[in-house]
């Protein structure tokens, strides 16, 4: 599914559900939740095993280097 269509498919929904009485929080069984985590942490997991770009480790080390320099200062 496209992001237009998953975007179209939420406007249809809520344009449908207004006015009518609201319903109760919706719940997910077991299974279903058990399946959508491991989904979610095999993709993170294969997120997390990817290099941290050279660009956004300079970033992080300037970060520190300026807090550093504020706690030593107070």
Known sequence: MTV???????????????????ATDPKLDTG??????????????ELMQQPV????????DQLDKKNGAKEGSQ
């Open 4 to 22: 237009d269509k998953g975007n179209k498919l939420a406007r249809v929904v809520l344009e449908n559900s207004r006015g009518s009485t609201p």
């Open 32 to 45: 279903s939740q058990k399946r959508i985590g491991d989904q979610l942490r095999a993709m993170y997991d």
């Open 53 to 60: 770009p050279d660009r956004f480790r300079d970033l992080l």
